[in-house]
C-alpha cells in the first residue's frame, strides 16, 4: 500500500500562493499540511502529486521522493488540501475496499487499486477529480478541506495548538520543556505551555506568556530583549524576533525569518522579513517576501462587515469580519505602504506609494496607488537571484524557469487591468 498526496480541481482558490508551490506545502499551525497527512500514517511509503509545471522544482526539493508516480498495486489517495486531524487513519484507514471518501462536493480522499489504479497511474500529470475515482464507492466523513487562504489564517491558532500536542507526546515526550538558553532576565508565564529548543536564545526582558495558548520556539531561534510573545505562537528555526516586537495569538512564523512591530493572527512562511514598525493582522505571506517599514494592513472594515476579496477572477465574500493581506512568493513593500482589507499581492510584485493601492495586485505588478505596470521578468529574476544569495541559497535553473512560467500564466491577469504585457 503506498500514499500519494495529490492536487486536484480548485487549487486556483489559492493563489497567489500556489504559484509556486504545490497545495499540501501551505504551512498551518506549526506543519505544512502534507506534513500532517504524512504523520498520520506513520512509516507510510509515500508519493506527491503536483502540477506539471511544478514537477522540477518539487523534485529538487524532495529527493528520493516519488513525484507523478504511482509504485504500488494499491494507493491511498488523500487530497492535499485535506487539514488533517490527528485521527486521521481512524477515519480513513490505510487497509480495506476501494472507497471514495467525500467531505459533501469535495474529495477527500480515495483508496484504489487493480484496474482503476492502473487507469490513474497513466494520468498522474493531470489534475485529479470526482471523475478519476468513478464506480468507487462512497462514504461521507466530517474532514476539513482547505478551500481558501483564510481558511489557513482562521484556522491556525487550533492548528498551533494541535501541533504542539502531537511534537509534545510523539517527539520531544518525556523531554525537558526548555531547552534553549533563557535569560533569568526574561519572563516566561505559563511555562508548562512554553517548548524552547537546544539553540534558541532568549535574551532578558523578553515576555513570553502561554496563558491563553502555546508558544513553540525552534531550534537555534533568536529573541531579542522587550520582545512580546503572547501564544498560540510559532516561531521556526532560526528566526529573530527583534526588540519591541509584539506577537499576538495565533501567529505562525516560519524558518529563517526576521520579525518586528505588531503581528496578529497571521502566517509567514520561511525566509521572509517584517523586521520593522508597522502592523500586520490576520495576513499569510508566502515566502521571501520583504515588509517595509512602517507597512501596514487593515484587517477590519469600518463597517465591521465581512471582508471580500478578489480571487481567481471573482469576487468572494471571505465570512471573515477579520482579514488583512495576503502576499505571494517573492514580493516587496516599499517603506509606509498601506493594504485594505483583504487585499491580494501576487507573485513578485514591488509595491508602493503613498495611498492604499488597488486591493488586487496581479503577479509582476511594480507600482502603487497612482500608478502600477508590469515588473519586467529579467529585473524579477536578478532580484530574487541576489536575495536568496543573502541567505546563502541558490536560485535553481528550475526555479528561474518557474519564475517565467508564473509570468506567463499571470499574463491575462495584467492585461486585463491595461498592464502593458
Known amino acids: 500500500m503506498q500514499l500519494c498526496i495529490f492536487e486536484g480541481i480548485n487549487y486556483d482558490r489559492l493563489e497567489p500562493l500556489i504559484f509556486s508551490r504545490p497545495t499540501y506545502q501551505l504551512i498551518c499551525g506549526i506543519n505544512s499540511l502534507r506534513a500532517k497527512i504524512v504523520r498520520s500514517y506513520p512509516g507510510i511509503k509515500y508519493s506527491l502529486h503536483c502540477r506539471t509545471y511544478l514537477d522540477a522544482v518539487v523534485r529538487i526539493h524532495n529527493p528520493g521522493i516519488p513525484i507523478n508516480r504511482i509504485e504500488d498495486d494499491s494507493c491511498l489517495f488523500i487530497n492535499g488540501r485535506v487539514l488533517a486531524p490527528l485521527n486521521m487513519a481512524e477515519i480513513i484507514p490505510l487497509e480495506g475496499e476501494d472507497r471514495l471518501y467525500l467531505n459533501g462536493d469535495t474529495i477527500v480522499a480515495a483508496r484504489v487499486s487493480g484496474k482503476k489504479l492502473d487507469e490513474l497511474k497513466t494520468r498522474m500529470h493531470d489534475l485529479l477529480s470526482e471523475s478519476n475515482f468513478d464506480g468507487l464507492a462512497v462514504e461521507k466523513v466530517d474532514i476539513k478541506t482547505i478551500d481558501y487562504i483564510w481558511d489557513l489564517v482562521n484556522h491556525n491558532g487550533a492548528e498551533i495548538l494541535k501541533d504542539y500536542q502531537y511534537l509534545k507526546e510523539n517527539v520531544h515526550a518525556g523531554e525537558e520543556n526548555i531547552k534553549g538558553n533563557v535569560s533569568p532576565g526574561a519572563h516566561i508565564i505559563g511555562k508548562e505551555n512554553v517548548y524552547i ?225
Open 197 to 421: 529548543e537546544e539553540g534558541a536564545v532568549v535574551k532578558p526582558g523578553a515576555v513570553i506568556d502561554a496563558t491563553k495558548g502555546p508558544v513553540y520556539i525552534d531550534r537555534d531561534a533568536f529573541i531579542y530583549s522587550n520582545a512580546v510573545i503572547e501564544g498560540a505562537v510559532y516561531i521556526g528555526e532560526r528566526t529573530h524576533v527583534k526588540s519591541t516586537a509584539v506577537l499576538y495569538q495565533n501567529v505562525s512564523i516560519g524558518k529563517v525569518c526576521k520579525v518586528g512591530g505588531e503581528i496578529e493572527g497571521s502566517i509567514m512562511l520561511p525566509y521572509s522579513n517584517k523586521q520593522h514598525a508597522g502592523f500586520l493582522g490576520h495576513a499569510y505571506l508566502g515566502s521571501w517576501v520583504n515588509i517595509g517599514a512602517d507597512t501596514n494592513c487593515s484587517d477590519l472594515k469600518n463597517n465591521y462587515g465581512s471582508v471580500k476579496v478578489y480571487i481567481n477572477g471573482e469576487v468572494i465574500d471571505s465570512g471573515s469580519q477579520f482579514l488583512g493581506v495576503i502576499i505571494g512568493d517573492h514580493s516587496k513593500t516599499a517603506i509606509n505602504t498601506m493594504f485594505n482589507t483583504g487585499t491580494i499581492v501576487g507573485f513578485s510584485c514591488n509595491i508602493f506609494g503613498a495611498a492604499f493601492p488597488q486591493k488586487y495586485l496581479p503577479s509582476f505588478s511594480w507600482g502603487g496607488s497612482e500608478a502600477v505596470t508590469t515588473y519586467d521578468i529579467e529585473r524579477s529574476i536578478e532580484t530574487a537571484t541576489r536575495v536568496v544569495a543573502r541567505r546563502e541559497k541558490t536560485l535553481f535553473d528550475v526555479e528561474e524557469k518557474l519564475f517565467r512560467k508564473i509570468f506567463d500564466l499571470t499574463k491575462k491577469e495584467r492585461r486585463k487591468r491595461g498592464y502593458p504585457y
